[in-house]
């Protein structure tokens, strides 16, 4: 079906920088929209940035203005820049993507394994 490796994260101080990367594969025919969401310890996953096919992009209002998402579509990946890091964007960030995939031609939800992203203050 489809699969999502992703790679980045790590520790870093406030006001640092890290940068995300998530690529899909697979059965993939086509992707409609990838993106991020985190879930912070004892609290609910939320999403970070989504990105459609045709470049519209939707930004939490947390992270506006410091994070940066963008996609390449001829590999099916995306990145996700993240600036002016603070202590409650600590977190696991998953990357997700919604996608038509073979056999059959289905469309269906998926999501990387997670990685940690924490912010010393």
């Known amino acids: 079906q489809v699969q999502l490796v992703e790679s980045g994260g790590g520790l870093v101080q406030a006001g640092g920088s890290l940068r995300l990367s998530c690529a899909a594969s697979?059965?993939?025919?086509?992707?409609?929209?990838m993106g991020w969401y985190r879930q912070a310890p004892g609290k609910q996953r939320e999403l970070v940035v989504r990105?459609?096919?045709?470049?519209?992009?939707n930004y939490a209002d947390p992270v506006k203005g410091r994070f940066t998402i963008s996609r390449d579509n001829a590999k099916n990946a995306v990145n996700l820049q993240m600036n002016s890091l603070k202590p409650e964007d600590t977190a696991v960030y998953y990357c997700f993507t919604d996608a038509f995939y073979n056999p059959g031609l289905k469309r269906g939800n998926y999501w990387g394994q997670g990685t940690q992203v924490s912010v010393s203050s």
């Open positions: 990105i459609t096919t045709g470049g519209s992009i």
């Open positions: 697979g059965s993939i025919v086509s992707i409609n929209a």
